[in-house]
């Protein structure tokens, strides 16, 4: 599950404001980001028998956990990591400025300083979200949170559960639901979650390669099946 953002109150409308404005605050300055020379340039061959290494947004993501790793920085990456995907899910305007070609790297990287100086995000977390903003690498940020939520959990014994519903679920529901998980599974489940509307109803929960579907959605297109064969 997301860390609840912090600061998120007023700050979809804040963060609007700001990508709206294209900011007038100067570009990020260069920095030593400690991250590995692979990525400024991405030239490298990437040899590993690590299937997230076969992916851009993985290998961001494995650099990423290193660095928090060496430096003892998990906790705060996830939390930032997490604020940083909150506003991406409320805001169509912080969406925008992430995945939209058409904004200039100057004014991507303008904006995305002044939104992570708003949130608190600094340190790791905002040296690798401005490295993704020069190398034109932001529109894959969703991606390589997922990878580094997986790396996190992989490295403390949990299983990764994407769970899809209708409407956003309450403390009890997710408490009940990684209940049910961890009793079937057998290891605690770590649970990220996402509302999609188009369900209408229950939940569709992915563990791995399996995948439960229990919404309205499917059991309505099952039932039009069946009525077809009895018409």
Request: aromatic residues 4%; contains cysteine; proline residues 3%.
């Amino acid at each position: 599950m997301c860390p609840t953002a912090h600061g998120m109150r007023g700050a979809e409308g804040d963060a609007a404001s700001i990508v709206r404005r294209r900011f007038s605050v100067g570009p990020a300055g260069a920095m030593q980001t400690g991250f590995p020379h692979l990525f400024l340039g991405e030239s490298d061959h990437v040899a590993s028998d690590d299937p997230m290494m076969a992916s851009m947004a993985g290998r961001y993501a494995v650099a990423l956990f290193e660095l928090a790793k060496d430096q003892k920085k998990f906790e705060q990456v996830e939390r930032d990591l997490g604020t940083f995907q909150a506003m991406i899910d409320g805001s169509a305007e912080m969406r925008r400025l992430v995945l939209s070609p058409v904004i200039s790297a100057e004014d991507q990287s303008k904006a995305l300083a002044s939104i992570l100086q708003m949130e608190g995000i600094s340190g790791l977390t905002a040296n690798f979200l401005n490295l993704l903003a020069r190398n034109r690498r932001l529109f894959a940020v969703s991606d390589m949170i997922k990878s580094f939520r997986a790396l996190l959990s992989r490295e403390r014994g949990e299983v990764n559960a994407d769970v899809a519903s209708a409407h956003p679920l309450s403390e009890g529901q997710l408490q009940q639901l990684s209940d049910t998980l961890r009793t079937s599974i057998g290891k605690n489940v770590r649970i990220d979650t996402r509302v999609d509307p188009n369900l209408l109803g229950g939940l569709v929960v992915k563990i791995g390669s399996r995948m439960i579907d229990s919404s309205l959605r499917t059991k309505l297109n099952n039932l039009k099946v069946v009525m077809k064969g009895i018409g």
